[in-house]
């Protein structure tokens, strides 16, 4: 029993006089724990080369590939801004606008097509004519819709009828009393337009227009 005893406190004074196997198992198990991961954030900046990772802070000081592509985009965007045609709606004998935008890439205006009926021009007015050899008539002005038109006709209450080329904005018709109703109407090949409040106008004498007329007529 005393022979047991003192093997037991010799091993003992053994393993605390030799630290260099407790060291050799706190290693082993340092070293066959799994290493702690952390997640990696990953910024959508633009894409690099595998190299990239290496130096973080050069993603930071330069573009990249995707803000470059950006940049480039709209640049060229900026470059090819679409411009509007030079056309005026209410200017007699213009070039067509589809001709303009033709030769110079220019756009027109929405305009509906040959396959619908054309929307209403807008009458301007309605001028007496007071001197010249057209003295009594009546001037009609109008600007053309936005659709395709061949024609126009300008229909007088009571029924007359008149026509005018597509380029024209303007026509004179005969001497028609204060009140008469004219429309001017868009003509193409699937129809006419609908008259409209603004497609429409009363004729209204003016009061210094009569007195010339009157004044003239009498000397």
């Keep these: ?3 047991l005893c003192r093997n037991l406190a010799v091993l003992l004074l053994f393993l605390i006089a ?13 070293s066959t724990t799994a290493p702690a991961t952390q997640p990696r954030i990953i910024f959508l900046t633009g894409f690099g080369s595998e190299g990239d990772d290496d130096d973080d802070d050069d993603d930071y000081e330069k ?37 303009i935008s033709a030769k110079t890439g220019c ?30 008539k009546i001037e ?19 029924g007359e009828v008149l026509e005018f080329e597509d380029v024209s904005r303007r026509g004179l018709v005969r001497s028609m009393e204060v009140g008469t109703n004219v429309c001017v109407e868009a003509v193409n090949s699937a129809g ?23 004044t003239t007529n009498s000397i």
């Design 63 to 99: 573009p990249t590939v995707l803000t470059q592509v950006v940049k480039s985009v709209q640049n060229t965007l900026v470059h090819q801004a679409p411009k509007l045609c030079h056309y005026d709606f209410c200017l007699e004998n213009q070039e067509p606008c589809d001709q």
């Design 107 to 136: 756009l027109c205006p929405g305009v509906s097509g040959g396959d619908q009926p054309p929307h209403s021009p807008r009458i301007q007015e309605l001028v007496p004519i007071t001197r010249g050899g057209d003295r009594g």
């Design 140 to 158: 009609i002005n109008w600007c053309a819709p936005s659709s395709v038109v061949t024609a126009y006709k300008v229909v007088i209450e009571g």
């Design 18 to 30: 030799s630290p260099l196997p407790h060291y050799h198992l706190f290693t082993h198990a340092t």
């Design 192 to 214: 006419h337009s609908i008259p409209s409040d603004f497609s429409c106008m009363r004729y209204e004498h003016p009061e210094s227009v009569k007195y010339e007329l009157t």
């Design 1 to 3: 029993m005393m022979s």
